[in-house]
């Protein structure tokens, strides 16, 4: 079992940077790759950047490309999600994930969500 806590969530204005944190505690294992997703009410889930335990390989959403960047600090069991150049459509309720599997291609832990608003 894995529990995931998100912290970092926010005000800020456009052209502003935020950073995120998900902390995961509970069975660890080497092959869990781990990621962001954000979502609008009314709005699907939507992925934003996904990285493995290795963190040598990274996937992001194009909506995101170039402005958001995901990392990991296996030691302290935590993942983060840098972002720069917000936008009023980042917008949303954030939501660190987790798999068992080495992609984020079926989700296993989700974490509360943090807020992330974003003023023009």
């Known amino acids: 079992q894995v529990q995931l806590v998100e912290s970092g969530g926010g005000s800020a204005q456009a052209g502003g940077s935020l950073r995120l944190s998900c902390a995961a505690s509970g069975r660890t294992f080497n092959s869990h790759a781990m990621g962001w997703f954000r979502q609008v009410p009314g709005k699907n889930r939507e992925f934003l950047a996904s990285i493995n335990w290795s963190a040598n390989r990274r996937y992001y959403a194009d909506s995101v490309k170039g402005r958001f960047t995901i990392s990991r600090d296996n030691a302290k069991n935590t993942v983060y999600l840098e972002m720069s150049s917000l936008k009023p459509e980042d917008t949303a309720v954030y939501y660190c994930?987790?798999?068992?599997?080495?992609?984020?291609?079926?989700?296993?832990?989700w974490g509360q969500g943090t807020q992330v608003t974003v003023s023009s």
């Open positions: 994930a987790a798999s068992l599997g080495t992609t984020l291609a079926s989700i296993d832990y």
